[in-house]
């Protein structure tokens, strides 16, 4: 279980008025769910971006906030578009007791023979949702895939999962797949080649019965 610690400040008002202002000091505001009502805090705007910013969604970050302390994590990051900015956090506190739910990488370890052999690799599942206890939140789940030949596959339900982890992902979804290389069609200039129209209508270049129509 990963952790990390983050210290937040208190903010009094939540309007975008006063958002806007904290955006301005060089902070990100937050908000802070799962400890009674909801808490309005801030995040120091350079330390989130240096320290956080590619932080994996089922990593325990310690909030400290003046004296008192809650492990959380990170439900919702909400960016501007064109700058990348972070304007808008949400963190989820979480209870050592208490069983919850996120979404756990997939890495993948290994190159598939079957792709040395010209297949195509597909990943198509690269996080898994679970159920746990906090203490028990794998940091991510690592699948082998050097056996892979072309046309097999690992599906969610073969993944080794550690105890007192439970997946909630469909299990027999694919995980990952080695695909055959798709084969480019290439039209010849015979297969191409339109039928010539002859002046009275009649296909050229094929046979043409004398008296097509004629009666028995």
């Not at 208190?10 to 902070?27: E, I, M």
């Not at 949702?129 to 596959?153: A, N, Q, R």
């Not at 073969?158 to 007192?164: M, N, S």
């Amino acid at each position: 279980m990963d952790s990390q610690q983050l210290v937040v400040e208190q903010r009094d008002a939540s309007n975008k008025g006063a958002a806007r202002a904290v955006r301005r000091s060089g902070r990100i505001p937050a908000v802070l769910y799962g400890e009674g009502d909801p808490k309005t805090v801030s995040v120091d705007a350079k330390e989130w971006s240096t320290n956080f910013r590619s932080l994996s969604s089922n990593t325990i970050v310690n909030l400290k906030l003046d004296k008192d302390e809650y492990n959380v994590l990170v439900k919702d990051t909400q960016e501007d578009i064109l700058s990348g900015r972070v304007n808008h956090i949400d963190f989820y506190a979480i209870h050592a007791g208490q069983e919850l739910q996120t979404q756990v990488p997939v890495h993948l370890e290994g190159t598939p023979h079957g792709v040395l052999e010209g297949g195509i690799l597909e990943h198509k599942i690269d996080e898994l949702e679970v159920s746990c206890l906090p203490k028990d939140i794998p940091s991510f789940f690592t699948v082998d895939i050097s056996h892979l030949g072309i046309g097999e596959s690992v599906h969610v339900g073969e993944i080794d999962i550690p105890e007192g982890v439970t997946v909630r992902t469909d299990e027999s979804l694919t995980v990952v797949i080695v695909s055959h290389a798709k084969m480019e069609v290439v039209e010849t200039e015979e297969e191409g080649e339109a039928a010539e129209i002859g002046e009275e209508g009649e296909v050229l270049g094929e046979d043409v019965d004398d008296e097509a129509g004629a009666e028995e």
